[in-house]
């Protein structure tokens, strides 16, 4: 686990399975029964919804994962609206985010009972793999697990893997940065930590690629209705 530059204060409770209130604005501001010693010094931060897209990947923890996108719940914002009784209506900004190639998430995907979000204070929310901490505005992370959770949803086929083109679009530019650091560490050997990181983000790539088929789209003749 990573954690902010700054104290390391005593965490508070946080459950293990994240609570969202059934997408409804209403309960933003449910009571959380913490005294003013106990609550986190943060910022109000709106529940957001994840979203995957087939085009965007990263190496994450030693091991290929989509790289997330988030769907802010706020009424107005991405054609999120706000219904009758507080209910939040996504139609209009699911409509949008998938034209644009995205597929959301939601919060139980892993079944029911089950959430990445949780609310450590009113007003507030985190994924289940940020930790906050009582008195303080750190926010911690854990990386391994987060990356272990996108590697389930790919096992479990909840998220399809890489497509073949964007493993390898995505091993050149690797390739194309573990050049320029080798240029770099004959001069400033402290870039042979990067290079090494690097370098082995290329390994999980071509992992990747060597577990996946390459399945290009058949070619079939074209014809035009020319006027001669």
């Given at each position: 686990?990573?954690?902010?530059?700054?104290?390391?204060?005593?965490?508070?409770?946080?459950?293990?399975?994240?609570?969202?209130p059934?997408l409804?604005?209403?309960?933003?501001?449910?009571?959380d029964?913490?005294?003013?010693?106990?609550?986190?010094?943060?910022?109000?931060?709106?529940?957001?919804?994840?979203?995957?897209?087939?085009?965007?990947?990263?190496?994450?923890?030693?091991?290929?994962?989509?790289?997330?996108g988030?769907?802010?719940?706020?009424?107005?914002?991405?054609?999120?609206?706000?219904?009758?009784?507080?209910?939040?209506?996504?139609?209009?900004?699911?409509?949008?985010?998938?034209?644009?190639?995205?597929t959301?998430?939601?919060?139980?995907?892993?079944?029911?009972?089950?959430?990445?979000?949780?609310?450590?204070?009113?007003?507030?929310?985190?994924?289940?793999?940020?930790?906050?901490?009582?008195?303080?505005?750190?926010?911690?992370?854990?990386?391994p697990?987060?990356?272990?959770?996108?590697?389930?949803?790919?096992?479990?086929?909840?998220?399809?893997?890489?497509?073949?083109?964007?493993?390898?679009?995505?091993?050149?530019?690797?390739?194309?940065?573990?050049?320029?650091?080798?240029?770099?560490?004959?001069?400033?050997?402290?870039?042979?930590?990067?290079?090494?990181?690097?370098?082995?983000?290329?390994?999980?790539?071509?992992?990747?690629?060597?577990?996946?088929?390459?399945?290009?789209?058949?070619?079939?003749?074209?014809?035009?209705?020319?006027?001669?």
């Amino acid at each position: 686990m990573t954690v902010r530059k700054g104290p390391q204060p005593k965490p508070t409770t946080m459950p293990e399975q994240g609570v969202v209130p059934g997408l409804s604005m209403a309960d933003l501001g449910i009571a959380d029964g913490l005294g003013p010693a106990d609550r986190p010094r943060l910022e109000p931060r709106p529940a957001a919804l994840l979203m995957y897209h087939p085009e965007r990947w990263c190496v994450s923890e030693g091991q290929v994962v989509p790289l997330l996108g988030r769907m802010p719940l706020i009424a107005g914002v991405g054609g999120v609206k706000q219904a009758r009784g507080g209910k939040i209506n996504l139609d209009l900004a699911r409509a949008s985010s998938t034209k644009r190639g995205w597929t959301i998430l939601p919060p139980d995907c892993e079944g029911p009972g089950t959430s990445y979000l949780h609310s450590p204070m009113p007003g507030v929310y985190l994924t289940r793999w940020e930790t906050a901490h009582a008195g303080s505005s750190v926010v911690s992370f854990d990386g391994p697990g987060y990356a272990a959770w996108l590697r389930r949803l790919m096992a479990s086929g909840r998220i399809p893997s890489p497509p073949p083109y964007v493993l390898e679009r995505l091993r050149a530019r690797i390739r194309q940065e573990t050049l320029v650091l080798q240029d770099q560490v004959r001069t400033v050997p402290s870039v042979q930590v990067e290079l090494d990181r690097r370098l082995s983000d290329l390994t999980a790539v071509e992992r990747e690629l060597d577990a996946v088929s390459l399945s290009p789209i058949p070619q079939r003749p074209a014809g035009l209705d020319l006027e001669e």
